[in-house]
């Protein structure tokens, strides 16, 4: 953007927002999309909090991702009232010869019904919008992994998508910078 824009000779106004993984209103939405899918679909033993994966390079380099990962994890967890043993953090969707973020996803689903947790919820908040990699990576090959591995239940719940709460919060992010 900044290369583009130096050869403008009227600039727009523009505004960035670094991050929202700490918002009340976006963890609250979050919590509403968890809690529904459990009414729906019935709460299981443990919730996955997985994440889309980085080189561990970037965050060695000091790129705050992970922390906030982290963050948002706990922050979600604490919404939906779960101690610690109920709920943990994975990083998906790696490739590359580079060691990038863990545990990974694929590998904590295969070891969950190993520790007798054979009921699983898995969430992935820091994608907006449901994609190749929550309905296919997460819905398909992670849930065939824990099944293999002698896993149960396996509920992947929605990305937050076009929720009018989601939605709302975006709005209102957008307004709250401008």
């Given at each position: ?10 600039l727009p106004e523009l ?8 918002r009340p209103a976006y ?50 967890a604490d919404q939906l ?98």
């Open positions: 953007v900044f290369d583009e824009l130096k050869h403008w000779r009227r505004h960035f927002i670094a991050s929202y993984h700490d963890i609250e939405a979050l919590r509403a999309s968890v809690a529904e899918h459990w009414i729906a679909h019935g709460k299981t033993r443990h919730l996955l909090i997985s994440f889309h994966g980085i080189p561990e390079r970037y965050v060695r380099d000091g790129d705050p991702y992970f922390a906030s990962c982290r963050q948002t994890a706990r922050l979600l009232k779960l101690p610690d043993g109920e709920w943990s953090t994975s990083f998906q969707s790696r490739f590359g010869a580079a060691e990038w973020l863990k545990p990974y996803t694929i590998d904590v689903v295969a070891q969950l019904p190993k520790r007798g947790i054979d009921e699983l919820t898995v969430v992935c908040p820091g994608f907006a919008v449901d994609c190749l990699e929550t309905l296919e990576e997460i819905d398909v090959e992670n849930r065939d992994a824990f099944i293999a591995a002698g896993g149960q239940k396996f509920l992947y719940v929605p990305a937050l998508n076009a929720r009018a709460v989601h939605a709302s919060f975006l709005v209102d992010l957008t307004c709250h910078h401008c």
